[in-house]
């Protein structure tokens, strides 16, 4: 496989991880969405739930971004070397 093979792979790949980061994104909104909706409700044990729902959401975005960053870097040496 030769550099610019590579080099799209990678591309193709930094396109989807950004998919995945604008969903991630998506269920943070949501989660907050529901979260106003319950305001008037006062629902305890949803709202806990949702909290812990909404740190692992936030935690996984953080990660994700973090890995785009990271592969992104990695790419670029290889453009840069090519």
């Known amino acids: 496989m030769d ?6 792979i990678m591309n193709a790949v930094l396109t989807k991880m950004e998919d995945i980061q604008n969903t991630q994104q998506s269920l943070i909104e ?6 106003v909706n319950l305001f008037d409700i006062k629902s305890e044990d ?3 739930e949702l909290d812990k729902i909404m740190e692992h959401a936030s935690q996984s975005f953080d990660i994700i971004k973090e ?15 090519s």
């Open 67 to 81: 890995a785009i960053e990271a592969f992104e870097m990695k790419r670029n040496r290889l453009v840069n070397e």
């Open 30 to 35: 949501k989660i907050g969405q529901v979260e």
């Open 3 to 8: 550099t610019q093979e590579k080099i799209d």
């Open 46 to 48: 949803l709202d806990k």
